[in-house]
Every structure is written in structure tokens, then in C-alpha cells.
């Protein structure tokens, strides 16, 4: 399971928005990995990448309304980061259609989704909570 | 300074392995020579203060174990999802080097990562190369940097 416990932050409504991706990017990699054909598996590609491209940026939206909430002093900074995701995944997207679906486009986009999400979580992710418990409000919570 | 350069290196790969890969039992040794025909170079070209790029060489049982451990699956070879998983990895080490760097005020930036093996001909004023050992297995980073005036 892509998932580890270790990566939650204490914030019900951003662990479980974290769960979902894990989730998400775990069928999507089971799928981008089974032995089909590719044309077999386009749909299914599709079908992740349209969630991705509207969920990373609910999820990031909600993360940073909880960041401003708390008084997080690296809001702009994580901003930042997430703004950067959004592009490169709106990209990848674009390049992908354009490419008429090219597979190793989206092996390529699959490996770094992978470490992306799992360093975000685990090292950008985790300041956020150590912040919250520092000052004392990891309870503002939705 | 290459000592600095060094230490920045491997205390950041210590981290993201920590982090990512859950490995704790980590170690480094500087390293003259390396060979190996059997790996993946990735490198990081470096612009600002200091000019160059870093070369993380992840042999191929390395490369696999970590893409094995991150995503719960099986890798055998490497392909292009592992290449670009490891890749990120080499990008967000030097990321947080960098982050660390700027705090005795060396500004630098990092450019995205590419496959290819270190240019011998070029010179460096700053060159180091150390192996991590890992249970998973070694990685060597080969930094080559000149400082900007």
C-alpha cells in the first residue's frame, strides 16, 4: 500500500484529501504498470489524469485555507510549490493530448508523480503539522 | 568550502532517504574513483553563486530497491518510470541543498534533471565524489562547481 500512517498530519480533512491521492496515484500506477496493451489502458489513464488535474488543485486549495487559517509563516513559499505541481501536470496533460496518449510520456509522468507526492507529503507536508503542534492550534481543524 | 559542499550533500541524501525510503542506516566515504557500467547518471546542472552540476550515479539494483520501496510494487529493469522517479529524487536532494546553502548566503538555482555521464575534460575548482552506503544499496555523487565572482 502506497500509504504509510507515518504521513498523517493530525489534520482530519487534509489526511484524509492525502489519502485519496495516495490512493488515486496508486491505481493509477497499477494501471500504467499491468501487462495490458496501452491502447487497453488509455481510458483508465485518461480517466486519472482529469481527476488529478481537478482534485490536486481542490486538495492544494483546502491545504492552503488551512495553512493561511493557522498562521503558517511558510504559506507562500508551499504556495509556491503547489503552483509549480499544477502547471507541470496541466502540461504533462497538454503535451499527452497532443502527443496522441505517447505511453512513455506517462511512464515518465508516473515516476516522478510517485517521489513528488511522497517527499511533499513526508518533508513539506509534515512542517505544516510541526508548526500547528509547535503554537498549539493543531486543532483548527474543519 | 568543499568540505561544506560535501557534508550539504550527504546530510540532504541522509534525509530524503530517511524521509522517503525510510532507510536510517546510512553512511558516507569520499570516494577517488569510481567505475561502474551498470548504473544510471543522473545529473543536476547548478547555476548562480556556483556553477556546475552534480551527478548522482544510482547503480541499477540501487535505482530499483528505491522505486520498489516508494511505490510497493515490483520494478525488474529500469525504464523510463524509474528513471523519473529517481531523477526527482536527485532533484529534490539538491533542492534541499540548496535551501541549506542559502543560509551562509550562496544563492544558487537548480536545472531540471537530465541522463548523462560526467564530461572528464572540464575543469572544476570545486570537485568531490562520495559513495553513500545504504542497505539498499550505493549511490555516488560526483560534484564539479566552480565558484562565480
Redesign the interface.
Known sequence: ??WKDQYELGVSLIDTQHKELFRRV?SF??V??SSDSWDKKISQIDETLEFMKKYVVEHFRDEEEYQRSINYPGYEAHKQIHNGMVKYVLEVSKQYEKSKYNE?LM??????L???L??HV??EDQLIADYAIKKGVSGNDK | MINNLYRAFVDATQNVFNLMLNLSEISDQLVEDYKCDDEVDIAIGIVGDLNGEVIYRFPVSTSLNMVNIMSGMQFEVVDVFVTSAISEIANIISGNVLTALSTSDIKCDILPPMQHKPDEDKEYELKTSCCINTTIGEIYIDIRLNRVC
Open positions: 500500500m502506497l496508486e500506477m497499477q500504467l504498470r512513455d511512464q515518465q509522468f508516473g515516476g516522478k510517485l517521489a513528488w511522497i517527499n513526508a518533508a
